[in-house]
């Protein structure tokens, strides 16, 4: 355990003071995080490692520390979420379960103070203060622009979905027990500080959550205290518990996770009847008939010879294509990502500027949200390309934002809902190649588009420039 006494008590004074709004407001002017692409927002996060040497030591392999003592850079980390944000969101109408949870770790177990309903914070304050308990806020970004910013960015860079839960802590406080979670995890300290215990996973690159008894855990391959501006990483499956030292009044971070059911298996899992379904048109072998009786057997062992021939014939079906249809990861991946972020004072995107015409130039805008998609048609096969555009603005745009990440009562009307938002710009087959060069090019002529008309030319760049994903330079 880290020492406890007068020099952490004062620290903490510092950080309340530090919290002012004022302040805070200042130091987030300063440029500390670089948001001019995925790849720089990465790189400024993880900072001074180089991206080449977290991938080759680190990722899914072993935690990470970053120390950094920089006050600009914590002054910025405190502008992602504070405690005094919660009065305000409080206002405006939170819940328990769905947005905060409240809870504390005793004796080695988690214990859920949740009241019911709508969350009321002179009570959430009064239960942080008497009961020493921890505040669990849930996907912080619906409401707070800078971390949408972030994570926004980061589900560019990862190619899949990012979450993120705050935890505010009060002082000799811990909040969960220990345990393991499925997902890759980056803490950003924001306020205070927070001792952590880092121990071997007894499950490596786990798929699921899950808590361990300190009995079995053994002793701590890592322990350190995180002060705001630093950065922990840690793969899926490693176990943590964390606790804020007593003379700190409480401790703030924000937990943003990724790649959760996002390996290999999963792929496989998703990839696969798609693949059997169209090597099933072509190769007879998958369509003679099982044996008879076989749905009736409990060992099948004699037919195992015949799958796995079955299985060859995939493999070597997989070597030899080029697209795989489009799986159900990608379209969750399309339809729940965050938009990107164009600040709350932004119309709602609209087309401006030139109409396209056989001899301008365009160029496409927010590359790393236009998507294109091989799909199957009920006769053929049609080409469809993603709009980010759906998610912008006061409406829409705000509908995806507060629902990211937090799933839904009625799933059915929610698919519904976001097919209609999600079904994206569909063209022939026959437009694919367009669609391709106009995605990997800096800048396209119209007349140059690999298309067999003039017409066709401009009506894909009109088409395009609709949904506002070109402009004319």
């Known amino acids: 355990m880290p020492k406890k006494g007068g020099k952490h008590a004062e620290m903490g004074k510092d950080m309340q003071a530090q919290c002012k709004r004022a302040k805070v407001e200042t130091a987030c002017s300063l440029s500390v995080m670089s948001f001019e692409s995925p790849d720089s927002l990465f790189g400024s996060l993880i900072s001074p490692i180089k991206q080449e040497v977290f991938f080759r030591e680190y990722w899914e392999q072993k935690p990470l520390l970053i120390q950094r003592n920089d006050p600009l850079l914590a002054a910025y980390y405190q502008c992602l979420f504070q405690l005094s944000d919660l009065k305000e969101l409080c206002s405006q109408g939170l819940y328990y379960g769905r947005d905060i949870n409240i809870c504390r770790c005793v004796n080695g177990k988690k214990k859920v103070l949740n009241k019911e309903g709508k969350v009321n914070y002179m009570q959430l304050k009064k239960d942080f203060d008497q009961k020493k308990a921890t505040i669990q806020f849930h996907q912080p970004q619906r409401f707070k622009e800078e971390l949408w910013k972030i994570q926004e960015k980061l589900e560019c860079y990862f190619g899949s979905l990012v979450g993120s839960n705050v935890y505010i802590t009060p002082q000799g406080s811990q909040g969960l027990p220990p345990h393991y979670d499925d997902v890759e995890v980056f803490i950003l300290q924001l306020e205070g500080e927070k001792h952590w215990r880092l121990y071997k996973p007894t499950v490596h690159l786990a798929r699921e959550y899950n ?132 600040g709350c004072d932004s119309d709602p995107l609209t087309p401006g500027g030139k109409l396209p015409k056989i001899d301008s130039k365009i160029r496409l805008q927010f590359r790393d949200h236009a998507i294109i998609t091989v799909e199957p048609d009920q006769e053929n096969s049609v080409s469809r390309m993603k709009p980010p555009s759906y998610a912008w603005g006061g409406t829409a745009g705000w509908g995806v934002q507060v629902s990211h990440m937090m799933g839904t009562e009625d799933d059915t009307a929610s698919e519904e809902g976001t097919a209609q938002q999600t079904h994206g710009l569909r063209f022939p087959l026959s437009y694919l190649d367009a669609l391709k060069q106009i995605w990997s090019s800096s800048t396209t002529c119209v007349k140059e588009l690999n298309l067999t008309s003039d017409e066709e030319k401009e009506n894909l760049a009109l088409s395009l420039w609709t949904e506002c994903l070109i402009e004319v330079i």
């Open 211 to 342: 808590v361990e008894s300190e009995d079995r855990i053994g002793n701590p391959t890592h322990e350190f205290v995180l002060k705001p501006g630093d950065l922990l990483y840690f793969p899926r499956g490693t176990i943590h518990q964390a606790d804020t030292p007593v003379g700190i009044s409480y401790s703030t971070h924000v937990t943003i996770s990724t790649y959760q059911n996002n390996s290999w298996g999963d792929f496989l899992l998703d990839a696969i009847p798609g693949l059997v379904f169209d090597t099933a048109k072509e190769d007879v072998a998958l369509r003679t008939s099982i044996p008879r009786q076989l749905l009736m057997q409990v060992d099948i062992a004699d037919s195992t010879k015949k799958l796995s021939s079955l299985l060859r014939r995939l493999a070597d079906r997989l070597e030899n294509t080029s697209e795989l249809r489009s799986s159900d990861m990608k379209k969750d991946f399309i339809m729940n990502r965050l938009p990107p972020c164009l």
